[in-house]
């Protein structure tokens, strides 16, 4: 059976929590984070196989853009389109939303999530330095 891309439910939160504590050490939420962001805006949209979720990618809009905070999938379902399938439905959702562009904030030297967005049309807008390493701003405009 494939894998569906739905929103999250409250009984998605802790599966949104352990993805990630695994995949963001540096900046991983916990259960009460997922819960706090949620109720500040951030929405969140999961990949589902088999009962299970796999993956998410959280969001928020702003201003005219769309805002993501993060993506993750489980290591045991990379490689299958589903990191692909969670960006461009948070797209959707902000284009449908009247927003024009997406941005997001790496660590530089996460050159594997740098790939991942390029490849899907995201370019450096900016580049700051970090405690833990430089940030990079990536930006993809989205048509309407």
Not at 25 to 34: K, S, T
Not at 48 to 64: H, N, S
Not at 137 to 144: A, T, V
């Amino acid at each position: 059976m494939g894998f569906l891309v739905r929103r999250m439910r409250a009984t998605d939160i802790p599966a949104i929590a352990g993805l990630s504590e695994k995949y963001f050490p540096l900046a991983r939420i916990d259960e009460g984070e997922v819960r706090r962001r949620t109720s500040g805006g951030v929405a969140y949209l999961v990949a589902e196989e088999d009962g299970q979720v796999v993956g998410f990618v959280g969001g928020k809009l702003r201003g005219r853009d769309g805002r993501i905070s993060g993506i993750a999938v489980s290591p045991a379902y990379e490689r299958r389109g589903i990191g692909s399938a969670l960006l461009e439905r948070a797209t959707a959702f902000a284009r449908e939303n009247g927003r024009g562009s997406l941005s997001l904030l790496v660590k530089e030297y996460n050159v594997k999530a740098v790939r991942f967005y390029t490849s899907h049309g995201f370019s450096l807008k900016a580049a700051k330095p970090g405690k833990d390493g430089g940030v990079l701003l990536l930006w993809r405009g989205i048509e309407n």
